[in-house]
T-cell receptor
Framework: KQEVTQIPAALSVPEGENLVLNCSFTDSAIYNLQWFRQDPGKGLTSLLLIQSSQREQTSGRLNASLDKSSGRSTLYIAASQPGDSATYLCAGYSFAGNKLTFGGGTRVLVKP | GAGVSQTPSNKVTEKGKYVELRCDPISGHTALYWYRQSLGQGPEFLIYFQGTGAADDSGLPNDRFFAVRPEGSVSTLKIQRTERGDSAVYLC??????????????FGSGTRLTVV
């Protein structure tokens, strides 16, 4: 059974600092991993999708890496802005479960 | 539509009542998923449909919960005899297909259910 963990649960940084968000998963037979952003009271917005054959994906200031052997994914957000304040969730898709399994999320606050 | 639509966005109901939550997926997406998210936690899987059939309902907490997708498009999550512990945000997602999930999931904005 896939288990996904995100540490820390909350993070506060000053504006301009780079953000590093960690995600670990137990089942290395992962097909892909997806990062989402969730604003308070809102649904999930997909940020990046990394296939198991890929090592990383980039979109603007966002870069996500995937290391299946160590069971880890990292989301980097460069030059953080107050608008980046949100909860970031990672989710792994495994063949065994045929569904996304989510971590608990990291709540990010970027202070002006 | 352009995205996954969920209605209502908010629902307040009394304990013991019956509720229905609706999800309208992206046109052409054959896979549809329901998740439940409690405050401060990540979403937890409830059920997914491939076409009209429920391919995996292992996440439904008990027999008060039921979901249908009769025509392979819109889905309804039904909760009988609601309890205060059912209060959560219910999220729906759709995907072009389940296996392989090369395209990722697109989520709706959710229905916030409050049982008083």
């Amino acid at each position: 059974k896939q288990e996904v963990t995100q540490i820390p649960a909350a993070l506060s940084v000053p504006e301009g600092e780079n953000l590093v968000l960690n995600c670990s998963f137990t089942d290395s037979a992962i097909y892909n991993l997806q990062w989402f952003r969730q604003d308070p009271g809102k649904g999930l917005t997909s940020l990046l999708l990394i296939q198991s054959s890929q090592r990383e994906q980039t979109s603007g200031r966002l870069n996500a890496s995937l290391d299946k052997s160590s069971g880890r994914s990292t989301l980097y957000i460069a030059a953080s802005q107050p608008g980046d304040s949100a909860t970031y969730l990672c989710a792994g898709y495994s063949f065994a479960g045929n569904k996304l399994t989510f971590g608990g999320g990291t709540r990010v606050l970027v202070k002006p | 539509g352009a995205g996954v639509s969920q209605t209502p966005s908010n629902k307040v109901t009394e304990k013991g009542k019956y509720v229905e939550l609706r999800c309208d997926p992206i046109s052409g997406h054959t896979a549809l998923y329901w998740y439940r998210q409690s405050l401060g936690q990540g979403p937890e899987f409830l059920i997914y449909f491939q076409g009209t059939g429920a391919a995996d309902d292992s996440g439904l907490p008990n027999d008060r919960f039921f979901a249908v997708r009769p025509e392979g498009s819109v889905s309804t999550l039904k909760i009988q005899r609601t309890e205060r512990g059912d209060s959560a945000v219910y999220l729906c997602a759709s995907s072009l297909r389940t296996l392989p999930n090369s395209y990722g999931y697109t989520f709706g904005s959710g229905t916030r259910l409050t049982v008083v």
